[in-house]
Every structure is written in C-alpha cells, then in structure tokens.
C-alpha cells in the first residue's frame, strides 16, 4: 500500500501562487509515476500535471495550466510539489496527489485550492 498526504493547499487571490505538497509512504518501491489531478465543483477530475519516479524528466500537463504551474520531485524526501503561479480563478478546486505504482493507482485525500477574483 502507498499512502499520500497532501498539504499547502488554501484561498488566494488571483495572480497569486501556492504550493501544493504530496509526500508518499509505505510500500513506494516501484512507484513509476506521481501527478496532481483537480475536480471543480459539477466536473470531472482531470490531470493537472504528472512527473515520472525517480527520473523526473518528461513531465506533462495540462494545456491550461502550462507555462503556470510546476511539477517537481524529491526522491530524498518521498516528495512531489505542485508550484502554481499566476492562479485564476478557473483554477478553484480540490487538487489530488497521485501514484502509479504496478498498475495500481493511489490517490490522497484532496487539498482545497480556491482563487478568488
């Protein structure tokens, strides 16, 4: 089993940044890829951005948000970190830690981000 826990989450103003933290535990050996996913309120969940493990290169994201956020990794501290600059409020939603580990997805409990206008 793998166990995140997201943190950094919060209300800020648009133009604002946040940084979002998901550190991971328990069995993480083998965990190939680890992303952030949001869902708005009426929408389905959809990939934000997603690094591969231990590696780090080749990162993806979603068109709305490149050039905005970054996705980067801490092998040393089982961490991955969302920086999102430039938040719109389009951006307001509950931001998902992700792994892939095996063909296994888990996923943390949620962080609120809301930008306000």
């Known amino acids: 089993q793998v166990q995140l826990v997201e943190s950094g989450g919060g209300l800020v103003q648009a133009g604002g940044s946040l940084t979002l933290s998901c550190a991971a535990s328990g069995s993480i050996f083998s965990i190939k890829t680890m992303g952030w996913y949001r869902q708005a309120p009426g929408k389905q969940r959809e990939l934000v951005a997603t690094?591969?493990?231990?590696?780090?290169?080749?990162?993806r994201y979603a068109d709305s948000v490149k050039g905005r956020f970054t996705i980067s990794r801490d092998n040393a501290k089982n961490t991955v970190y969302l920086q999102m600059n430039s938040l719109k409020p389009e951006d307001t939603a509950v931001y998902y830690c992700?792994?892939?580990?095996?063909?296994?997805?888990?996923w943390g409990q949620g962080t609120q981000v809301t930008v306000s206008s």
């Open positions: 992700y792994a892939s580990k095996l063909g296994y997805s888990y």
């Open positions: 690094i591969p493990i231990p590696s780090g290169d080749n990162t």
